[in-house]
């Protein structure tokens, strides 16, 4: 709250005259509004009249409001409407009374923040004005949530706060809170103290131990915060994957019984969880016990995600369980475990909520199903009559770079999967968008959620049409009231891009920019800065640094990009092979456009994928020519099934009929060689000739060592160079 009201003295403080709110500017839009004409003045004297049921609402509003509060000339009046939906609100704004009726303290909170909203970004203290206007609003999906990963990266109770007054602000009524994690436990347990004092702590970059938690007494200082906003919290305690830092406190409860540390890595890990102890359903049970009592919300979610077998598999207890219950097998085993604790908490009257993985082996009765592998979860938990949550990678992961998930591709978000039976619509409970934080502390998070979820917010409350530019504008006038609630919100799309066109012989480098209103400085090879106003004309191999001027961002933004000038710019590519359509970089010119792949980003939209076949193209210089260097490179990331090729093989023809080789490398890259890494194949030697061509050989299925073993492998290439 302190933090809150230093920004609102800031608000108030800005001496900018009397200015009136004529841009009507809420988001998410609301269903009706109607502009009306005259001016209800701020300044007077304002007297609250209310139905008891908004005593908190009232008392909300006051304290966020600073503007005079005595007996007379203006209303503000809350009225009960039972005629309106749970989350429904209707707003008139007269001009010496404002009347707000809903039917719950959750659709006059929702009231609330409009009205905040429609308050001007810049007045004067005691001399504001509002445009008189109606409001009738209420949301289409009763679930819009933010998943809040505390685990991999610690947040202040204080950040955690801002989140929830963010989430009401923009009329979002979930914060999924996930408490438990590989890399830290955050949740105060009373009957484990190792949880928190082993379980809290990792070793950090710098070696020094990393993290933190939240005490019972911080817990309920949030939920009754949250509840005070009408958002209701929802904790999220892994099981049986997802445990590393359970059992790194408690080593018993694991299959091994073996102690190991917190983790330091992302990823997933082996140990998790013994299914055939029944200590572990003990331990299970009296941490749900506690924070049964911490949570009032109707909810657990128990995560259910990312599970793998391998300890089951050589665990005799594991095994012994899966006999006596006649399970199938470990997919069986796993959904023993979420029944059973499923069970548990149906008789403390809860009920369970996980990942969608939960569904093999069978759905859980009861069970509420968040869906994100994609839509397909959620699609079969509706077709089966169970409630689901929609967060699919694919819209809703915001710990994604904007290259794969931007402002635009969040607005176009359905929580409805396409094909679904109408009956089971209602089945959608609505989404929620998840900020994992691996590679996001909490200093990071803002640009990572904004304005992401503004175009979340609106998908999920419902909007009428798909009208993105309308959305853009609204965002931008938006802005402004984000800075004065502290938010570092980040940009709309990936902000510089690099485009290399050749036309005439001329080459010359675009930038795109990711927001029109962008101002760009470039400079080639350390030379001058420049103002960016038209593409720039290459004639060698340069370096072009771009960034960012005058932005109100906290991180400006900035992109390198080193051009690779060669013989082959521009000319016409034959695909012998097609790449896959889901990894095209910027399609057939891609690999004779200059611009090399990133060495540890495949998705930077320069690397081209073929998935199971090899890469054969053909480029045509147009005349025979001379050139004495073939290189090509390949990207290489195992646990994204991307190998480099067995060979490469450069050939040469004059006819484009008749090829000759004229050099085959063989590779000797391990194939399960640890991270991200580029791999280039350099051929040297005087050539003359109007057709090249390279054949890279596809790995294969993937070795027996790999988690995927035997799947087909991806092949990455990003430029055919020729000098
Ligand atoms: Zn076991």
């Known amino acids: ?129 509002l445009q008189c206007l109606e409001i009738h609003d209420y949301p289409k999906f009763k679930w819009r949530g933010l998943l809040l990963d505390c685990c991999r990266h610690f ?39 190792l949880l928190t004092e082993i379980g809290a702590w990792r070793k950090g970059v710098d070696g020094k131990p990393y993290g933190g938690y939240y005490s019972k007494e911080d817990i309920k200082e949030i939920v009754e915060y949250a509840r005070k906003r009408n958002i209701e919290v929802i904790p999220e305690i892994e099981l049986p994957g997802h445990s590393v830092a359970a059992i790194a406190s408690y080593p018993q409860f694991s299959c091994t019984g073996e102690k190991i540390e917190v983790e330091t890595d992302w990823g997933v890990f082996k140990d998790i969880y013994c299914a055939g102890n029944d200590s572990v359903f003990t331990f299970l049970e009296n941490i749900l016990d506690e924070v049964i009592d911490l949570f009032p919300s109707k909810y657990i979610h128990i995560g259910g995600d990312e599970a793998p077998k391998f300890r089951w598999k050589n665990c005799n207890k594991c095994q012994k369980r899966i006999v006596e219950n006649n399970l199938k097998d470990e997919n069986e085993l796993q959904s023993y475990f979420i029944n059973r604790i499923g069970k548990y908490l149906e008789k403390n009257n809860k009920q369970l909520i996980g990942w969608d993985e939960i569904m093999e082996g069978g759905i859980p009765k009861n069970a509420i199903v968040q869906s994100w592998r994609g839509m397909a979860g959620g699609k079969l938990a509706a077709e089966n009559s169970h409630y689901a949550i929609m967060s699919p990678t694919s819209h809703c992961y915001f710990d994604y770079d904007l290259q794969s998930i931007d402002l635009e591709k969040v607005y176009s978000f359905d929580p409805i ?59 931008e006038n938006h802005y402004p009231k984000l800075e004065k609630l502290g938010v570092e919100y980040g940009y709309e799309k990936t902000p510089i891009k690099f485009k290399s066109n050749f036309s005439d012989n001329k080459f010359e480098i675009e930038i795109v ?7 760009i400085h470039y400079q080639v090879d350390n030379g001058a800065w420049q103002a960016y106003s038209k593409p720039i004309e290459i004639f060698k191999s340069a370096k072009i640094l771009a960034e960012e001027r005058n932005s109100k961002r906290k991180d400006i933004a900035q992109k390198n990009l080193e051009i690779n000038f060669h013989k082959g710019l521009g000319k016409k590519v034959e695909y012998n092979t097609n790449y896959n359509k889901n990894y095209p970089a910027i399609g057939t010119s891609s690999l004779v456009n200059g611009i090399s792949g990133n060495d540890s980003n495949f998705r930077d939209g320069q690397w081209q994928g073929f998935y199971g076949k090899n890469v054969d193209i053909t480029v045509d210089l147009k005349e025979k020519i001379n050139f004495n260097e073939l290189k090509t490179s390949f990207f290489q990331y195992h646990l994204s099934w991307i190998l480099v090729p067995k060979s490469v093989e450069y050939l040469i023809s004059d006819d484009g009929i008749n090829f000759k080789s004229i050099h085959k490398i063989k ?55 020729i000098k």
């Open 513 to 519: 920019k990711g927001n029109k209103k962008m101002e």
């Open 417 to 475: 999967p396409i094909d679904l039976e109408k009956n089971k619509h209602n089945f959608i409970l609505g989404g929620e968008c998840n900020m994992w934080s691996e590679r996001a502390p909490q200093e990071k998070v803002d640009s990572k959620v904004f304005p992401r979820i503004l175009a979340m917010s609106e998908v999920l409350w419902g909007k009428k049409e798909n009208n993105y530019e309308d959305f853009l504008t609204r965002v």
């Open 667 to 721: 590779t000797d890259v391990n194939p399960m060689k640890q991270g991200k890494f580029k791999e280039p194949f350099t051929h040297v030697q005087n050539y003359s000739a109007r057709y090249v061509r390279v054949i890279a050989e596809n790995y294969g299925f993937l070795p027996k060592e790999h988690p995927a073993a035997g799947s087909k492998s991806w092949l990455f290439i990003d430029e055919f160079s």
């Open 155 to 193: 947040m202040e109770k204080d950040f955690v706060k801002k989140y929830i007054d963010l989430l009401a602000f923009h009329k979002m009524n979930i914060l999924h809170w996930h408490l438990t994690e590989d890399q830290g436990w955050r949740i105060e347990i009373d009957k484990y103290p």
């Open 1 to 129: 709250m302190i933090r809150f009201l230093i920004l609102l003295t800031f608000l108030f403080s800005s001496c900018i005259k009397n200015q009136i709110n004529t841009t009507v500017n809420i988001i998410p839009k609301p269903v009706k509004l109607n502009l009306k004409n005259g001016i209800y003045d701020l300044s007077k004297e304002t007297k609250f009249i209310f139905d008891s049921i908004f005593t908190n609402e009232v008392e909300y509003l006051k304290s966020i409001f600073p503007f005079k509060i005595g007996n007379k000339e203006n209303i503000i009046q809350f009225i009960k409407n039972q005629d309106l939906q749970v989350e429904e609100y209707r707003i008139n704004i007269l001009k010496t009374k404002i009347t707000i009726e809903a039917s719950s303290e959750k659709g006059a909170m929702h009231a609330i923040q409009s009205f905040r909203q429609l308050l001007p970004n810049k007045f004067y203290k005691n001399n504001a004005s």
